[in-house]
């Protein structure tokens, strides 16, 4: 919603102040067609060249982060404090092996199938049953586990970093293909250089456009999309953290209940349940799966 409302002021007082200052608009708007052409054309078409078939698929789905904010809700951060609670309880009053038959097969699991949103996310279920096969294995050292799970969370959050750097790329790209544009429009006009005065005024104001947009979109418009983008893709990947910290905190032998509140300090501040709210989540969890 914000981001909606900060493009629209963006271009009701850029171009608004134009206006009240005496600008002729229509310079910009005859000559913004050609000019987005060749500098929109050479952006997306050194995108496509930096970059690979699925970065391009990613950044595409990633623009609406940009404008729905982060997928985790603070019911979801609950939610996985609470599969979490029901996981290391179980562990703590049967043992791992009896987690073999849920993290097998989580689709069936009486446990994750819980809670449904939780389940959507593939990278999470795989990451917590991943580290309790592990544990299954006899791997219960804390600091080997930790080590292996901060391993995967740095490949998986690399990988979806990889769309807001390649906008940023194209932020950064923006204002010099405006000048590409404009030394065209500059290129025309020296091949008018004939013509009178006034014609010659329109041309070059027409070139110049080039680079006003070029500069105006990638710092405008791009570069803050990154940035959003960038910052979305980080508070997600706290929702990772939360499980690393847990299950972590189980194998230093704290209790479930302990080890969740471990977890509950690395909930963003905006979704994170307080004390009492998690403990009265708790209450209503069943001792053991």
């Known amino acids: 919603m914000f981001q909606i409302i900060g493009i629209v002021l963006l271009f009701a007082l850029v171009f608004g102040s134009f206006i009240i200052s005496g600008g002729n608009i229509g310079v910009i708007l005859h000559a913004a067609p050609h000019e987005l052409m060749a500098i929109l054309g050479a952006a997306v078409a050194s995108f496509l060249i930096g970059n690979s078939m699925t970065v391009i698929k990613a950044t595409g789905g990633g623009m609406g982060k940009v404008f729905k904010g982060p997928k985790w809700k603070p019911q979801d951060y609950k939610d996985l404090l609470a599969l979490l609670f029901l996981l290391t309880k179980t562990m703590k009053s049967k043992g791992v092996i009896a987690l073999e038959s849920h993290i097998e097969n989580p689709t069936e699991s009486t446990i994750f199938s819980r809670f449904p949103n939780i389940m959507k996310d593939?990278?999470?279920?795989?990451?917590i049953c991943d580290t309790l096969r592990m544990m299954t294995m006899n791997l219960e050292d804390p600091h080997q586990v930790e080590d292996a799970m901060e391993?995967?969370?740095?490949?998986?959050?690399?990988?979806?970093?990889?769309?807001?750097?390649?906008?940023?790329?194209?932020a950064d790209a923006l204002p010099a293909l405006g000048i590409v544009a404009a030394v065209l429009g500059v290129i025309k006009t020296m091949g008018a250089i004939t013509e009178p005065p006034e014609i010659?005024?329109?041309?070059?104001g027409g070139a110049l456009v080039g680079t006003f947009l070029g500069v105006f979109m990638a710092y405008g418009l791009v570069a803050p999309m990154a940035t959003r983008m960038k910052e979305v893709i980080d508070e997600e990947g706290s929702f990772y953290k939360i499980i690393q910290s847990v299950l972590v905190a189980h194998l230093h032998g704290n209790a479930a209940q302990i080890s969740v509140e471990i977890g509950r300090g690395s909930v963003p501040s905006d979704a994170q349940p307080t004390f009492l709210e998690l403990e009265e989540a708790l209450s209503n969890m069943p001792n053991e799966a």
Do not use: R
Not at 122 to 127: E, L, P, Q, S, W
Not at 200 to 204: K, R
């Open 122 to 127: 593939h990278f999470a279920i795989d990451f």
């Open 151 to 170: 391993k995967q969370l740095e490949k998986h959050h690399h990988e979806a970093q990889a769309p807001s750097h390649a906008l940023q790329s194209m």
């Open 200 to 204: 010659l005024g329109e041309m070059i």
